[in-house]
């Protein structure tokens, strides 16, 4: 019978003897929210904080077993310049009564957009900018699901006077346990 084929054989691209049917409850398990998945230890890079300076591109650094994670953004303390001595400040302001004709400036449209977003991502492998990606702002939360898409995510910081940062808790199968 086909059924008893597919109990005998393994799921490819595992390191353990889970069959295919044990791979497939587990997905279900995992998808209602059951016990399917379980927290790495801290020890073993399990959860992480993660900076994101403005502009700068970064990778995660997965632990070998994992296969989900829960993302979590927190702003960056704003850092706001403010005049050091304000009393001692002159400002001059010139006018002028002769009208100058001037030409009409040309109006550019800028891909950025009014945001709240601390921070972008890319899933496919490709490198986010600071324009382009899934924003995230202030205690947005994130789940990613499957090893190879840990491996291949991509985030850059895109909040300029602060550093946020991701905190990431990367989760592995109860079938390693």
């Not at 994992?66 to 400040?89: F, L």
Request: no cysteine; proline share 7%.
């Amino acid at each position: 019978m086909l059924r008893d084929r597919i109990q005998k054989q393994t799921y490819p691209q595992r390191k353990n003897t889970a069959t295919i049917l044990n791979y497939l409850e587990e997905l279900v398990l995992i998808n209602a929210k059951e016990v399917g998945l379980v927290p790495i230890d801290q020890d073993n890079k399990g959860y992480q904080d993660i900076p994101l300076p403005f502009g700068r591109i970064v990778s995660l650094e997965v632990p070998e077993e994992a296969v989900s994670a829960t993302m979590m953004v927190e702003q960056g303390a704003v850092t706001i310049i403010t005049d050091p001595d304000p009393d001692e400040t002159v400002s001059i302001v010139a006018t002028s009564k002769k009208r100058e004709r001037t030409l009409p400036i040309p109006v550019i449209e800028l891909p950025i957009t009014n945001s709240s977003a601390v921070l972008r991502f890319r899933e496919n492998g490709s490198s986010p900018s600071i324009n382009s990606g899934f924003g995230l702002a202030n205690q947005d939360i994130f789940e990613l699901v499957g090893s190879e898409n840990l491996k291949i995510f991509r985030v850059i910081g895109v909040q300029k006077n602060g550093t946020p940062i991701l905190r990431i808790q990367f989760y592995k199968t109860a079938q390693f346990e």
